[in-house]
């Protein structure tokens, strides 16, 4: 069965450093999402993405952040100067047309110090 | 306005009884409710999900309770097992393909042998 897949699953990185986070969503799906859970708490929402554009995003997700599918299969999450809250389990979601059924990944854990 | 709240924080319950979780929300545009499933270190996959067009969904030992006027809507687990040990978050989003998730605080069940 498809699946999405993200790497690393594990990034440990320098307050202020930039990190980017790898996503391959399912072959064929045209949505895709960033979604974070820090640590014990509930998913929250990042940003969403269609035809090669942001659809929608959180007040989460402000400048320090951008996302990007540079080929027709990865699907990024970059964070230009990380902060200590920051440090969270990162998820990447994919949706196939006319269905709302989101399909995350593994995810990936960052820790900022 | 966009918030789902969930309740129990926690759940213990014995092998064979039922688990109960609840949620709630506020807005009136959420169209489409479904219900994830998360293992420790794992990302969510869906579990069931519902519409408001209906008051009840079952599939196998899961059935979503819905109801519109009160805005409330629970996941009934009948016969738990060990292995649904694990943390259950209720989630909301308008009916519009690649809206975003809106996630329960989530809810840690613990099944007993």
């Known amino acids: ?113 | 306005q966009q918030q789902v709240k969930q309740s129990p924080q926690s759940l213990i319950v014995q092998k064979g009884g039922i688990s109960i979780i609840n949620c709630a929300y506020e807005n009136t545009a959420f169209d489409y409710f479904p219900w994830y499933q998360q293992f420790p270190g794992k990302g969510p996959a869906l579990l069931i999900a519902i519409r408001p067009d209906v008051s009840e969904k079952k599939e196998g030992r899961f059935t979503i309770s819905f109801n519109k006027s009160a805005k409330q809507f629970s996941l009934h687990i009948m016969d738990s097992q060990p292995g649904d040990s694990a943390t259950y978050f209720c989630a909301a989003s308008k009916e519009t393909s690649g809206s975003r998730l809106t996630f329960g605080e989530g809810t840690q069940l613990t099944v007993n042998p």
């Open chain 1, 1 to 113: 069965e498809p699946e999405v897949t993200q790497t690393p699953s594990h990034q440990v990185t320098q307050m202020g450093q930039e990190v980017i986070l790898r996503c391959v969503p399912i072959s064929n799906h045209l949505y895709f999402y960033w979604y974070r859970q820090i640590l014990g708490q509930k998913v929250e929402f990042l940003v969403s993405f269609y035809n090669n554009e942001i659809s929608e995003k959180s007040e989460i997700f402000d400048d320090q952040f951008s996302v990007e599918r540079p080929d027709g299969s990865n699907f990024t999450l970059k964070i230009r100067s990380t902060k200590l809250e920051d440090s969270a389990m990162y998820f990447c979601a994919s949706t196939p047309e006319f269905t709302d059924t989101q399909y995350f990944g593994p995810g990936t854990r960052l820790t900022v110090l």
